[in-house]
């Protein structure tokens, strides 16, 4: 079961330049999500989703672009880099509950193992 | 706002002894509280989680508590090997959001 998979682990860019950071899970999840992990600082959220074609932002969102045409993947697009988007950014996903009609997010987020990006 | 906070930022022990950090948060309306261990280099991975009805916890020598009436959560280690030097981060859901609040984590490292 290889959970949630993200490529590359390493990348170095320049500044300006554009790229793509690929997720993928295999637990059938609804919901996904983007992080970017910094010194001293929590994990901040980026971009969520609940569902294929349902996308929004989190805390960071700005410099970011994602789509989520499937269930399966969650990619997150940097649109032109910036020295200060070098961090480490980790993809997790969970199951969606359901409550009273509500859905809520009450499950375990299972992480990437993260993928480092240096912008020069 | 909704925040979590940890303590200690950092600390060191000798393998074989126990310790604990520590979690406030001022997460409303509260859902749950997750411990997860993060080793250098690694995603995190959850240790355990704590509703709102439950005050203690245990996942092999980690024993997590929760006192929702004073928003406080704590994480004891027991007996400590080398194993356990990483970073412990405390997680909070808000009921009905789809966010979770992170704090900055406890880095832990266990001495031989």
């Known amino acids: 079961n290889a959970g949630v998979t993200q490529t590359p682990k390493f990348q170095v860019l320049k500044t300006g330049q554009s790229m793509t950071l690929q997720c993928a899970q295999d637990m059938n999840h609804e919901y996904m999500s983007w992080y970017r992990q910094d010194p001293g600082m929590g994990l901040r959220l980026i971009h969520y989703?609940?569902?294929?074609?349902?996308?929004d932002q989190g805390e960071v969102p700005n410099g970011y672009n994602v789509s989520r045409s499937t269930t399966e993947d969650f990619p997150l697009r940097l649109l032109s880099a910036a020295p200060s988007q070098t961090s480490v950014y980790f993809c997790?996903?969970?199951?969606?509950?359901?409550?009273?009609?509500?859905?809520?997010?009450?499950?375990?987020?299972?992480f990437g193992e993260g993928s480092r990006l240096t912008v020069l | 706002k909704n925040q979590v906070e940890q303590s200690p930022q950092s600390l060191i022990i000798l393998e074989g002894k126990n310790c604990t950090l520590q979690?406030?948060?001022?997460?409303?309306?509260?859902?749950?509280l997750r411990w997860y261990k993060q080793d250098t280099g690694r995603g995190p991975v959850s240790l355990t989680i704590?509703?709102?009805?439950?005050n203690t916890k245990s996942n092999g020598r980690y024993t997590a508590t929760l006192d929702a009436d004073t928003k406080q959560s704590s994480l004891h280690i027991t007996a400590s090997q080398l194993s356990d030097s990483a970073s412990y981060i405390c997680v909070v859901s808000a009921s009905g959001t789809y966010k979770y609040i992170f704090g900055t984590g406890t880095r832990l490292k266990v001495l031989a």
């Open positions: 989703s609940v569902g294929a074609g349902i996308t």
């Open positions: 997790a996903s969970s199951y969606l509950s359901r409550a009273g009609g509500l859905t809520v997010n009450t499950g375990e987020l299972f």
């Open positions: 704590m509703t709102f009805s439950e």
């Open positions: 979690c406030n948060y001022t997460v409303s309306p509260f859902s749950n």
